[in-house]
């Protein structure tokens, strides 16, 4: 089975852009969750979807959205960028509705300049 | 809020000496703990997990970790570490059924051949 996909993996934006990235999770699998790691912060839960619905979300500002398809692939969007959003994204994914095992993507280098 | 303590942030040690690093949590009801592992270059990778029942669990690469509720607390170890173990290692909790994860700031492990 191949592994979770996110493109692209690296991006470079300017502040007040913004930006969509994607998650492919491993074939059958339908909960995604997204995260955001930085070298200070360690890795913070940004969203979690399941069957294309949110089920719980971490302390982000609006600008950082996220949905998911029918067919699982999930996108995050982020508004507005601002020079604290460089940061390595990470998509992870688990089989669901209740599996709590997650296999992480090689994430998306995001930088802001 | 729930969170995450990993108290050693940077750990170097000699191949064959023993490993432990700590990591406590705050949340006061049921838990999915986790460790994963984030090898130079590589993905995050689980170690181990802890459901329910024997609280001593095994995971990949000779690692153990044990769950001690009345310390909140799930430390890994290891006997002898190799130089291959170098990494980052990241604790991560799961309060049941909120689908929300919540990781500590990883610690990095240095082995010295």
């Known amino acids: 089975k191949a592994g979770v996909t996110q493109t692209p993996r690296y991006l470079i934006k300017t502040r007040g852009q913004q930006v969509t990235l994607s998650c492919s999770p491993i074939?059958?699998?339908?909960?995604v969750s997204w995260y955001q790691q930085t070298p200070g912060q360690g890795l913070q839960f940004l969203f979690e979807?399941?069957?294309?619905?949110?089920?719980n979300k971490g302390n982000f500002p609006g600008r950082f959205s996220g949905r998911q398809f029918s067919n699982s692939r999930s996108e995050m969007n982020v508004s507005t960028l601002e020079l604290g959003d460089s940061a390595l994204y990470l998509c992870?994914?688990?089989?669901?509705?209740?599996?709590?095992?997650?296999?992480f993507g090689p994430g998306t280098r995001l930088t802001v300049t | 809020a729930q969170s995450v303590s990993q108290h050693n942030h940077h750990v170097i040690l000699s191949e064959a000496a023993s490993l432990e690093l700590g990591c406590n949590y705050s949340?006061?009801?049921?838990?999915?703990l986790f460790w994963y592992v984030q090898y130079p270059g590589q993905h995050l990778q689980l170690l181990l997990k802890?459901?329910?029942?024997?609280?001593l669990v095994k995971g990949i690469k000779g690692f153990e970790a044990e769950f001690i509720k009345s310390k909140f607390s799930f430390n890994l170890r290891k006997p002898s570490v190799q130089w291959s173990d170098t990494a980052e290692y990241f604790c991560?909790?799961?309060?049941?059924?909120?689908?929300?994860?919540?990781f500590g700031t990883g610690t990095r492990l240095k082995v010295l051949a």
């Open positions: 992870a994914s688990s089989s669901g509705p209740d599996a709590y095992e997650q296999y």
């Open positions: 074939s059958g699998h339908r909960s």
């Open positions: 979807y399941f069957s294309e619905t949110q089920r």
């Open positions: 949340y006061g009801g049921t838990v999915n």
């Open positions: 802890y459901f329910s029942g024997d609280p």
């Open positions: 991560a909790v799961n309060a049941g059924g909120t689908y929300k994860y919540i």
